[in-house]
């Protein structure tokens, strides 16, 4: 595996732990000391990802709305299979819509957040056009 795919893949396993211990510990528990200890990682590796626990969040939603975009975009289904298929993701993947409200109690709201780190936010949007870019051009 090469090192670009190696990032990526720890990457991955960043965020899947990431919302395992919110969702487990909610917004106190999911302390990025804790998450460098349950990955077996130095908290520094964790800012190679990302560069604060605000924007994790954020690229946390934005991993959520990208895999469900990635669900939704079938062109072979109809609208109303789209919407079936969206019901019963949220019906069986709750803690997708609970990470959501996990995030949002006890925090700024996102517009709070990005006026104040625009830098970040830049950055986390270039790289959701960016992948949506290159999963329209493999279609």
Same mark, same amino acid.
């Given at each position: ?18 919302? @395992? ?26 800012? $190679?990802?990302?560069?604060? $626990?605000?924007?994790?969040? /954020?690229?946390?939603?934005? %991993? ?6 990635? /669900?939704? @975009?079938? $062109?072979? $289904? ?8 969206? /019901? ?9 819509? %609970? ?35 290159n999963h329209h051009q493999h279609d």
């Amino acid at each position: 595996m090469d090192r670009q795919a190696q990032f990526r893949a720890r990457e991955a396993l960043i965020f899947e732990v990431a919302e @395992q211990l919110l969702l487990d510990n909610g917004e106190a528990g999911m302390t990025l000391d804790a998450l460098a200890a349950e990955l077996d990682l130095a908290k520094g590796t964790l800012y $190679k990802h990302f560069q604060s $626990k605000d924007e994790l969040y /954020m690229l946390l939603i934005v %991993r959520n709305e990208r895999m469900l975009l990635e /669900m939704v @975009q079938d $062109k072979e $289904k109809t609208f109303p299979e789209h919407l079936a298929f969206f /019901m019963l993701h949220h019906l069986h993947h709750p803690e997708r819509s %609970r990470t959501y409200s996990v995030i949002s109690s006890n925090r700024r709201t996102l517009i709070d957040y990005w006026s104040g780190n625009l830098s970040s936010v830049s950055r986390v949007v270039s790289g959701a056009q960016t992948a949506l870019e290159n999963h329209h051009q493999h279609d």
